[in-house]
């Protein structure tokens, strides 16, 4: 396995995890507020038609490219051979949506997701064996700078491979 496959597998398990998951806007539920009249539906709410790219987000070409927001990107990013010998990439999941909400709960909704994410890949032998998530290596990095109504935080973890022959190869490269 490589790099890119490793992408592809992870950004397809997101695709998986949005369309079989749900997260209800905070205080919108019946449990979180009892003078919500209207039905709950689990899952109807925020992780609903999120966009999954690879490695960067699509360019705007006009005003009604608004289908683009609410996205997730996959991006490869630093790979290092590891103190065993074995070759490690570090993955970041790039998570951002736009949301028109008075209560501002667009970070808690992201920490939320980010959470299933880890917690899916911690559980799940996503790579079939051939990679597998370094433990210790997650961190959550928070853009502050978003613009009104954008909130945008990254997902980092290390991936370590399991193919022995890959490693010697990459190794004689360098």
Known sequence: MVDTELQE????????????????VPGRTPIDNPEIEEPYVKGDAIWKNWNVYRQ???YKTDENDDELENYVIVIINDEDLDSEGYWTVEMQFIVSIELDEDDRQGHIIIASFMNELWKHFKTHNIAEGEAELVPK???KRWNQESYPNYYEAALICDWKFKDVEYVRGVEELL
Do not use: R
């Open 9 to 24: 597998i992870l950004a397809k398990e997101v695709e998986k995890l949005i369309a079989n998951h749900g997260l209800a």
């Open 56 to 58: 960067e987000k699509p």
């Open 137 to 139: 290596s997650g961190k």
